[in-house]
């Protein structure tokens, strides 16, 4: 009886042992769990910190695209602006040359006289051509010093003025215009107060290449030229026609 009793001791004695070897086990099983829990959960953390990186990385990555992009527009937009400045240039250029073309191809005419420094031009009692016998300019040489004659040397559309002047009183002060043997303008004035007097006029006239433009005294006026040209006769070609 009493060595079965021992052998009852002994083998509870086994058993608790044998509990306090699987509670040690079993602590170390939670401690290496809690462990490796702590552990997935910094893995864990990292992944999402990793996942944190990559979606910023991702959208820098879709800013830097559309940085990219827009770059590539800027680009092309410079580009395309430049094609139509030269495109532009180009096409001023070749104005600028046809238009060098048209005017060299233009006749170019154009006159500015005066009257002799002779003093006083008239009165007389018939009507009196005026030659205008100082000649400023003469391009295309349309005037004629000798006969006061401005003659179109080509069909076109001319424009002419001229001044008439005079300070002695009692006199008429004026001239006509002739287009050919038409009167095309007749101007003057009564001077009464012995100070100086101008007639001055312009006129438009569509010529064709050999008409003639002159100018004549009416009989009973007069004119006084200094050497200052008060009384003048030009004219120029606006356009050929």
Known sequence: MENRMTASQGQVEELKREVVDQRVQLSVTQTQLQFYKDQLSVTQSQVEEMRRETTAQAADLVTLKVRLTASEGEVKDLQTENLAQEARQSLSERHVEELKAENEGRPKVAFYTALTDSGAVGPYRTDT????????????????????????????VNCFRFIAADIRSSGNI??????????????????TDSHAKLVANAVTLELEQGDMIRMRLPSGFGLLHYPHNYSTFSGFLLFPM
């Open 129 to 156: 051509p005026l030659v205008y016998s100082k000649v400023f300019t003469n391009i295309g040489n349309p005037y004629s010093p000798v006969t006061g004659v401005s003659t179109a040397p080509v069909r076109g």
């Open 174 to 191: 004026g001239v006509n215009m002739y287009k050919n043997d038409l009167l095309i303008m007749g101007n003057g004035v009564y001077n």
